[in-house]
């Protein structure tokens, strides 16, 4: 993670070690993400996954989430990747509480590796 992703993530209010966009895999060689959507209507959707392009290709086929089914089509605007599954799960539950200005930072920040 740069130095300017790291102050970043600060100023959002979360410690810059809760983000992990390493290449580490799991032992089945799938890493997990924790990833969010923008939805057609601007609303924000966040989910976990081991191939974010095959799941982001299910949402937008309408077979995805029942949230973003009736918002189609949706775009991916941040993902990090995570060491394991529970933590990616963690993770989704912990940015789905955040506030739409917490979750806009966020993705502010965002720098794809």
């Not at 982001?56 to 973003?68: D, F, I, P, S």
């Not at 089509?73 to 799960?89: C, D, F, H, I, N």
Request: glycine share 6%; proline share 4%.
């Amino acid at each position: 993670m740069s130095k300017r992703h790291i102050e970043m993530w600060e100023n959002t209010g979360f410690p810059a070690d809760s983000i992990n966009h390493s290449k580490k895999r799991q032992e089945n060689g799938k890493m997990p993400f924790t990833y969010m959507l923008q939805c057609a209507d601007g609303s924000f959707y966040t989910g976990w996954t081991t191939d974010l392009e095959a799941r982001l290709k299910v949402h937008n086929e309408g077979k995805g989430a029942r949230y973003t089914r009736s918002r189609l089509p949706v775009q991916l605007v941040y993902w990090e990747t995570q060491p394991g599954r529970s933590e990616a799960q963690r993770r989704e539950a912990f940015i789905r509480k955040l506030k739409r200005k917490q979750k806009e930072q966020l993705i502010k920040s965002f720098i794809a590796p």
